[in-house]
């Protein structure tokens, strides 16, 4: 029987991200992906004017409509939230459809490069790092860990030791383990290898420690990469796959996108050329 997840993000009409990528991912790795828009957006808060509307109010629909349906998912998964009152609106959903034998991952979408993107506020970090604590998996970038855990971002980018910057991100990913994820996946890590070549990384933590899967660093920072790997994550755990299995495909599956978008000077708010690639998710 096909696995089914209930997505809940922003869709937006520019920007290969968010709903658009996660639909287009689980779809490739043969998994049913179930909407729940956050917000429509004309294109990603990354361009210069885009027009936004907001579905707080309409969320409720959809888990009243959905529960009448008797829908059971198999993952939940949650990204861009246009404001706090969201997440609370999450928890209603979770309430309902978590179950025992469903999965919740959490990609905190709150910042990147580390900036807070526009409509951060502390009181959406307050409801998101709740939100972190009843998740399963979380997929923060560099920025969100900081953000999540209070520590400093400059700090902890500018470490030129690798073996140092690794065993910091490590801390504080097992910081947030131990009130409530089984694992954190630290997104977008990059640093230098002992031959000087530049790397890009994403690091497994649990409670146990922690696992490196990087490649070359190509340059560049695009629109909606996070929102793929996060949706490479869900699909796979929905299909039982191992997760550095899932994190090894993923990387691949991003670098090539990567290398096509830097050869085509593709701008970086239009995000990467994904699409031709997805046949490298399909199940075997």
């Not at 968010?18 to 049913?32: H, K």
């Not at 979770?94 to 709150?110: G, N, Q």
């Not at 970090?125 to 855990?149: H, V």
Request: charge should be negative; proline fraction near 5%; aromatic fraction near 10%.
């Amino acid at each position: 029987m096909t696995k089914k997840i209930a997505v809940i993000n922003d869709l937006s009409g520019f920007g290969r991200c968010s709903l658009t990528a996660a639909i287009s991912v689980l779809s490739a790795m043969g998994v049913q992906a179930c909407p729940l828009p956050t917000a429509i957006l004309t294109a990603q808060t990354g361009y210069p004017s885009y027009y936004c509307d907001n579905y707080t109010d309409k969320m409720e629909y959809f888990r009243t409509e959905w529960a009448k349906m008797g829908q059971h998912f198999d993952g939940i998964y949650t990204g861009f939230v246009a404001d706090e009152s969201q997440i609370c609106q999450i928890f209603r959903f979770l309430e309902t459809f978590k179950k025992p034998d469903t999965f919740l991952l959490a990609d905190p979408v709150m910042g990147d490069d580390g900036k807070p993107y526009p409509f951060y506020t502390p009181a959406l970090l307050e409801q998101m790092r709740k939100l972190a604590s009843q998740a399963d998996i979380i997929t923060p970038n560099l920025t969100e860990l900081c953000l999540l855990t209070g520590s400093d971002f400059q700090s902890t980018a500018g470490l030129s030791d690798t073996g140092v910057l690794i065993q910091t991100i490590q801390a504080s990913g097992q910081e947030l383990c131990r009130k409530g994820p089984k694992y954190v996946i630290v997104t977008g890590i990059r640093f230098t290898d002992a031959d000087g070549r530049k790397h890009m990384g994403n690091l497994l933590v649990d409670s146990d420690g922690s696992s490196l899967f990087s490649f070359p660093y190509i340059g560049g920072s695009y629109s909606g990469t996070g929102d793929l790997f996060a949706s490479c994550i869900a699909a796979g755990c929905a299909r039982g796959d191992s997760l550095p299995s899932i994190i090894k495909r993923a990387g691949e599956f991003l670098e090539l996108a990567l290398l096509d978008s830097v050869r085509e000077q593709v701008p970086r708010n239009d995000g990467v050329n994904y699409e031709q690639y997805l046949s490298l998710l399909t199940p075997p």
